[in-house]
């Protein structure tokens, strides 16, 4: 696939229920869940990497929704139903 800048990317299956991106996806922005103070890594309300694509919860990996974003050391996870 390719984001708006046409930079490529793909998700990768870590595991059953677990996703990572892959891409030269260069500058992220992170945001917290609606109402926090801080942002909690574990548990992010969305990513957007420049040129997308803007991933929150609800957004469709391969026809899985996503339920939760978290950072494990510095790789986005998306665990999906």
Not at 17 to 36: M, V
Not at 47 to 57: K, L, N, T, W
């Amino acid at each position: 696939m390719r984001n708006r800048n046409g930079v490529e990317y793909r998700f990768e299956q870590l595991d059953a229920n677990n996703y990572t991106i892959r891409g030269a996806l260069e500058y992220w922005r992170y945001g917290g869940q609606e109402g926090d103070q801080f942002i909690n890594y574990q548990n992010l309300g969305f990513v957007d990497p420049s040129g997308g694509p803007f991933i929150s919860p609800g957004y469709l990996i391969e026809g899985r929704k996503v339920v939760r974003i978290s950072m494990v050391e510095d790789t986005i996870h998306f665990e999906v139903e």
